[in-house]
């Protein structure tokens, strides 16, 4: 064995200690109270149920099926504007580059890209908007090209220590995972994990993060986790729904000290697609529990699962 096979072990450990998300993980301080209050939540949820929530003042967190693998949906594309940036970051790319849209790449589904005429003038910040306010199916796509692929995304992905989060779709080698999760996949945990890290300042450069932060606070779809929180208070968001699965993650930047949960789901049985959908209600339910724990004496209390009409 030469002396570079032999050292590159041993730096292992050290490695893992200098990965951004692996200090997320360190002197934490487990809720018991909190974990028990979730526990409740989803006790007769007809469904696979993962939470995470992590209290970003004072450390403590609470996790039921924290480290669980859930399909992302649409919340895949948080890691993808990661790579994105990362293509900026290193000039491959700029923010503000023009662009031309191709009926050729037109995807269905939620967002606006699709109903533009062929040969439309756009930019790369105008994908990066509607792939995180509106959720673009048809940008998405286009910005996962533009990272380098889905196999670009998962090496950045694994750099900052995330081992299960992932793009599978069309991403090489992971065909087989995609009929399981879909698009992408991930863990409360490391999603969570993930978004902390950009509102430290941590991914691809502070620039980087606090430009996608920003990206992650203008939102459209504010109906579910959001409609829990004060309207004047920041929140950082992405949500992700198939017929399956409901999950959100969602960093609040509350008075009394900013916290961040991801609810996932999968085999849902309530497949339906309206307000009351089983999947959604749980994620009202969780968010406004949240901000009633962390915010005990604000005089605005969520509205327990209703939107606005």
Same mark, same amino acid.
Request: proline residues 4%; hydrophobic residues 35%.
């Given at each position: 064995?030469?002396? @570079?096979?032999?050292?590159?072990?041993?730096?292992?450990?050290?490695? *893992?200690? &200098?990965?951004?998300?692996?200090?997320?993980?360190?002197?934490?301080?487990?809720?018991?109270?909190?974990?028990?209050?979730?526990?409740?939540?989803?006790?007769?949820?007809?469904?696979?149920?993962?939470?995470?929530?992590?209290? &970003?003042?004072?450390?403590?967190?609470?996790? &039921?099926?924290?480290?669980?693998?859930?399909?992302?949906?649409? %919340?895949?594309?948080?890691?993808?504007?990661?790579?994105?940036?990362?293509?900026?970051?290193?000039?491959?790319?700029?923010?503000?580059?023009?662009?031309?849209?191709?009926?050729?790449?037109?995807?269905?589904?939620?967002?606006?890209?699709?109903?533009?005429?062929?040969?439309?003038?756009?930019?790369?910040?105008? *994908?990066?908007?509607?792939?995180?306010?509106?959720?673009?199916?048809?940008?998405?796509?286009? #910005?996962?090209?533009?990272?380098?692929?889905?196999?670009?995304?998962?090496?950045?992905?694994?750099?900052?220590?995330?081992?299960?989060?992932?793009?599978?779709? @069309?991403?090489?080698?992971?065909?087989?995972?995609?009929?399981?999760?879909?698009?992408?996949?991930?863990?409360?945990?490391?999603?969570?994990?993930?978004?902390?890290?950009?509102? !430290?300042? !941590? %991914?691809?450069?502070?620039?980087?993060?606090?430009?996608?932060?920003? *990206?992650?606070?203008?939102?459209?779809?504010?109906?579910?986790?959001?409609?829990?929180?004060?309207?004047?208070?920041?929140?950082?968001?992405?949500?992700?729904?198939?017929?399956?699965?409901?999950?959100?993650?969602? &960093?609040?930047?509350?008075?009394?000290?900013?916290?961040?949960?991801?609810?996932?789901?999968?085999?849902?049985?309530?497949?339906?697609? !309206?307000?009351?959908?089983?999947?959604?209600?749980?994620?009202?339910?969780?968010?406004?529990?949240?901000?009633?724990?962390?915010?005990? #004496?604000?005089?605005?209390?969520?509205?327990?699962?209703?939107?606005?009409?």
């Amino acid at each position: 064995m030469n002396r @570079r096979k032999r050292i590159l072990p041993a730096l292992l450990p050290l490695l *893992l200690l &200098l990965s951004p998300v692996f200090l997320f993980s360190q002197h934490l301080k487990h809720d018991a109270k909190l974990e028990k209050g979730l526990a409740d939540l989803i006790s007769t949820f007809r469904g696979s149920a993962g939470i995470y929530v992590m209290n &970003l003042k004072t450390g403590s967190y609470a996790s &039921l099926n924290g480290d669980s693998i859930f399909p992302t949906a649409s %919340i895949v594309k948080l890691p993808i504007l990661v790579g994105l940036f990362d293509q900026i970051e290193q000039g491959k790319l700029s923010y503000h580059q023009p662009m031309i849209y191709r009926d050729s790449i037109k995807y269905g589904g939620s967002g606006i890209m699709q109903h533009f005429k062929d040969s439309s003038a756009t930019e790369i910040s105008v *994908l990066a908007h509607l792939m995180m306010s509106y959720s673009d199916n048809t940008t998405s796509l286009w #910005n996962q090209q533009l990272a380098g692929g889905g196999e670009q995304i998962n090496k950045l992905m694994e750099k900052y220590g995330l081992s299960n989060t992932r793009v599978n779709s @069309r991403t090489k080698g992971r065909e087989a995972i995609w009929k399981k999760y879909g698009w992408g996949q991930t863990t409360p945990r490391e999603m969570a994990s993930l978004l902390v890290e950009i509102r !430290n300042g !941590n %991914i691809v450069s502070k620039a980087a993060s606090e430009r996608m932060y920003r *990206l992650m606070t203008k939102g459209y779809y504010d109906e579910d986790a959001l409609a829990q929180i004060p309207p004047y208070v920041q929140a950082a968001a992405k949500s992700g729904a198939v017929d399956a699965s409901r999950s959100e993650v969602v &960093l609040v930047n509350a008075p009394s000290g900013e916290y961040v949960f991801y609810v996932g789901t999968k085999d849902n049985t309530d497949q339906s697609w !309206n307000r009351e959908n089983e999947g959604q209600a749980l994620i009202r339910k969780v968010s406004a529990y949240l901000w009633n724990y962390f915010e005990p #004496n604000s005089k605005w209390k969520p509205p327990v699962g209703k939107a606005s009409d």
